[in-house]
Structures are given as structure tokens and as C-alpha cells.
């Protein structure tokens, strides 16, 4: 009769086991899914806002950035160098930038 009673407490412990790990695996993938959408969205955010960095420093509005109104840019308007200074791109590096681009 013990043994049966602890085969029997032993698989209820491990029902309980199931569903406290099934319901700790649901979560973690619902909180993967929510990373994932507030990094596209900060992703999506920084684009805009660095497309708008390059339209400021555009100064001819030709639609087209010489490495001239990227440099000035850069020396000049503060809120172009924080926006490249975000990417990890000093001034020494713009030229690779520029030329990427």
C-alpha cells in the first residue's frame, strides 16, 4: 500500500512539474515575441531619424549627399554627429561611411 501511495504522489508531483514548465515555456516565447517587436520598432525609429540627420546636413536640398555636406555636417550640426556618434561612427570613420553609402 506505501508504495502505491508513493508511485501515486511521485506522478501527481510530476503532472504538477509538466504544467508549471509548459506554462514557464509560453511566457518565455510570448516575451521573445514582444523583444522582437520593440526592436523592430526601435530599429524602424533610428532609421528616421538618421535619414533625417542626412537630410540636414543635405545643405544643397539636392537629394544627394557630397562628402563635403557630410563632413560639415558632422563638424557642424550637433544632432548629425549624436545620430552618427549612436552608430559608433566618429569622423575618422565617415569616409567608410560615405563611401558604403
Known sequence: FAGALVTVQLGFMNLVLAVIVD??????????????????????????????????????QSGSLSWHEMIDGFRNEPSVARTFKLLDIEERDLLDFFQLC
Do not use: I
Request: glycine residues 0%.
Open 23 to 60: 506554462c514557464a515555456s509560453s511566457t518565455n516565447t510570448a516575451n521573445e515575441e514582444e523583444v522582437l517587436k520593440q526592436k523592430a520598432q526601435k530599429t524602424v525609429a533610428f532609421t528616421s531619424k538618421l535619414r533625417e540627420a542626412l537630410r540636414r546636413a543635405d545643405v544643397d
